[in-house]
């Protein structure tokens, strides 16, 4: 390779120490355990430089035939400007074949990411910070495995996606809450470990007395604890989680190619974070 050429080939696990390093230079809290975890659901691309050094990602995250998430997009600061983040999404549209494409843009990436056919379909906002003293709800109860077949489902129905390995990862690392009514389950969320404490998402919910009741669950008994949630600006739940604690910080576009057309119910009030959806 010559001097200043830059390699794109598939992201593997010996690419992770790099990645960290890009992630930490954005000021990304990502942990090489949460950049292992993407990496578990997803198939990606890197750049590198002439000296090997991992100098560009991206992933792209299937969800079935349904849909794939493309995230973790992220170009050193000495090679931007050269086309690589053009050339990184098209690694990753021919990863994701004919599936329809979502993402969440940050400023920088959204002028890219419209050029290239991606629209906005929302606004996503990050809440993070030290939960304040909570009570515990009444009518949740934390899930056991034999919930998760009904919970991939309820999930389905709500992202519009097969996200069953998603929810198989979740379950690895994390826990989850349900609230059943009738003997069937109405409305789920997760919390796994991430970044500097803990994330809680996805939460799949009827309503948001429901949501704030899920991410009530697993916040009382973490009061002082660092937790993050992602959610849409329509959600409703913006204010409330700035009351308990978890400021807005930041967040980003949703964006989809082609944009999807129609909204699923029930609705999904917390995302798994920002790049998994």
Not at 29 to 54: C, E, I, K, T, Y
Request: charged share 20%; net charge negative.
């Amino acid at each position: 390779m010559q001097q200043g050429e830059i390699a794109i080939q598939a992201f593997g696990p010996d690419h992770i120490e790099g990645a960290v390093a890009l992630s930490r230079q954005e000021n990304w809290p990502h942990r090489p355990q949460d950049w292992q975890m993407a990496l578990q659901l997803s198939r990606g691309a890197v750049a590198l430089d002439d000296q090997g050094r991992v100098a560009g990602t991206i992933l792209m995250t299937p969800y079935g035939m349904d849909c794939a998430m493309i995230n973790m997009v992220i170009v050193d600061r000495n090679a931007r400007g050269k086309g690589l983040g053009r050339k990184l999404m098209e690694q990753a549209f021919a990863l994701a074949g004919d599936r329809p494409l979502r993402l969440v843009a940050t400023a920088d990436g959204m002028p890219l990411y419209e050029k290239l056919g991606f629209v906005p379909s929302g606004t996503i906002l990050q809440h993070q910070g030290n939960v304040a003293t909570l009570g515990s709800p009444d009518g949740v109860e934390a899930a056991s495995p034999d919930d998760l077949a009904e919970i991939k489902t309820l999930d389905r129905d709500a992202y519009g996606a097969d996200r069953e390995t998603l929810i198989d990862a979740l379950a690895e690392r994390g826990e989850f809450a349900i609230i059943r009514r009738n003997g069937a389950i109405e409305a789920y969320a997760a919390i796994r470990p991430f970044g500097r404490g803990e994330v809680i998402g996805p939460v799949i919910a009827g309503s948001v007395d429901m949501a704030k009741a899920l991410i009530s669950f697993f916040a009382a008994p973490r009061a002082g604890a660092f937790l993050r949630v992602d959610t849409g600006s329509r959600t409703g739940i913006a204010g409330w989680l700035a009351e308990i604690g978890l400021s807005h910080v930041g967040g980003g576009v949703a964006m989809d190619r082609p944009p999807k057309a129609g909204s699923a119910r029930p609705k999904v009030y917390a995302l798994a974070n920002q790049a998994l959806g």
